[in-house]
Each structure stands twice: as C-alpha cells, then as structure tokens.
C-alpha cells in the first residue's frame, strides 16, 4: 500500500472535517436507469472501476505532519439491492431519500470513501445511488463514475488508463509552493471579500422593504447575435462562456456605478486535459 499528501483543497477539507464531525462531509448522485439491468453485472462493472480509479480504493488517516491517502489494494464493492417496485410514488421517493443519507453517512467515514445501492422501482426501471467521501470526490466525479459504468454495460468503455488523483494531489501540491502560487496568494490577500458580499445594487435599495426572491430568467439568442459572440471569443482567444461572463460583470458594474467589481465562479477544477473524465 503506498502513501500520498493530500491536494490543498483535500487538507482543507480534512481540517474543516476535524472541527464538525457530525457534518456529513460526503457527496450523493442518484441515476436512474431505463431499461433492462444485469444487477451482478453492474455490480462487476462497479468492481472494475474501483481498480481502475485509486481514489475509489482510498483511505485517509491522520499521521505525523498531517493526514495523507493511503491506496488500498483492489477489491470489490457490495452493491446493495432493493425492490420498490410495489411502492406509491411518494413512499418510493421517501426510501430515496432515506437511502442517499444513509449511504452518505457510511462514505463519511474513514474507511473506502465509496458506497453503492441499487433500487428496482419498476419491472425495467432502477436508481443506482452512489455516494463518496468530500476528500474522494465531488458531484462532477459521482456523475463521471455513473457514466463511465453504463459505458462499461454498453461495452464501451474507453480502453485509455484514467488520470490517477493522487497524481494530480502531488503536482497541486508542489505547484501550491512555487513563485507563482505566492504572487497569487498576495494579490488574494488584498482582496476586500466583505466589501465585495455586501455590495447592493440601485434596484434593490428602490424595494428594500420588499423580500429578495431569487429568480432565473432565460432567454435564448438569434442565431445571428450568437454567431457573432463566437467569432469575437474566438477571435480573442477566448472561451465563450468567460466573453459572456465579462458582458455580464461590465453590465453588473453600470448598475452599481462602480469601475470594479468582483464575481464569484464556480469551478469544477477540471481545466486541463484528461482531468474531465477523472475521479476525485
């Protein structure tokens, strides 16, 4: 068994673990599958990912400087089964629910990260309900693994070895020491976050006495307005996405009457190559 450090984001999630055991620091994904199932066959296809992906195979254990993972050997993953064939919809949904917390509960241990459950909710319907530590994986990751086990069924799986996580944990943790990762910490560390969360735009101090309703609003593009957006982006080196959300800030900024403002984004941390089909 061989011992790795755990990536930045890993040990600050080890440390936010040790200060709220009783959160349950684990991710679910519930899918559900149309059509005819072999359960031991998707029970086998689930015991193949677990060799091919080290991080499904992976405890994390305190040690001296710190926690680490330490990658167990290959073996496989009981698949528990259940039949909610003869339940309502609303019972049905309810043993779902139970179900995904009780499988998070059991990943948010210290043993292997990964639990798994299978539930036949009609003659050819099922929900396969996967759950992983938050040091193993993310929402991204347990969607990945669902995929890639269909593909596995379908006899489809791509025959390319995956990217490794502790691989990745190693170069993330030696990038995090480099020049560039103290410039960026020192350029962050100016940044006035408090400011930033409350900034309140025109509009809203107008109906102040009104509650704040988050809505989502959609509206689809000409063809030719879109076109023209993807030859600019292109033509900027640019992803179309990041052109769309700098028209949204520069517009966001007009309405508070600011030169600057600050975004949030979201990201699932999978910007390089290889890195969207990886575990972790």
Known sequence: MSTRPLSPVQEARWHARQSAPGFPWSVSLAARLAGPLDPAALEAALARAVTRHEILRTRFVAGEGGAHMRIEPATGVALARHDWSAQGLVEGERALRSLERELRGRAAGDGTPLAAALARVAPEE??????????????????????????????????????????????????????????????????????????????????????????????????????????????????????????????????????????????????FPGLESALG
């Open 126 to 271: 099922h929900v396969l309900v996967l759950a992983c530590s938050a040091l193993a994986a993310d929402w991204r990751a347990l969607w990945v693994l669902a995929r890639e086990l269909t593909q596995d069924l379908a006899g489809a799986l791509d025959p390319e070895p995956p990217v490794q996580f502790a691989d990745l944990a190693q170069w993330l943790r030696e990038a995090s020491t480099g020049e560039d990762e103290s410039a960026g910490r020192t350029a962050w560390s100016a940044f006035d976050a408090p400011a930033a969360a409350t900034l309140r735009l025109p509009l809203e101090l107008e109906r102040a006495a009104r509650p704040f309703e988050l809505r989502e609003l959609a509206r689809e593009l000409p063809p030719a307005l879109l076109d023209g957006l993807r030859r600019l982006a292109e033509g900027r080196n640019l992803a179309l996405e990041s052109l769309l959300a700098a028209a949204w800030q520069a517009w966001l900024a007009r309405l508070a009457e600011r030169d600057e403002l600050w975004l949030g984004m979201a990201s699932s941390g999978r910007a």
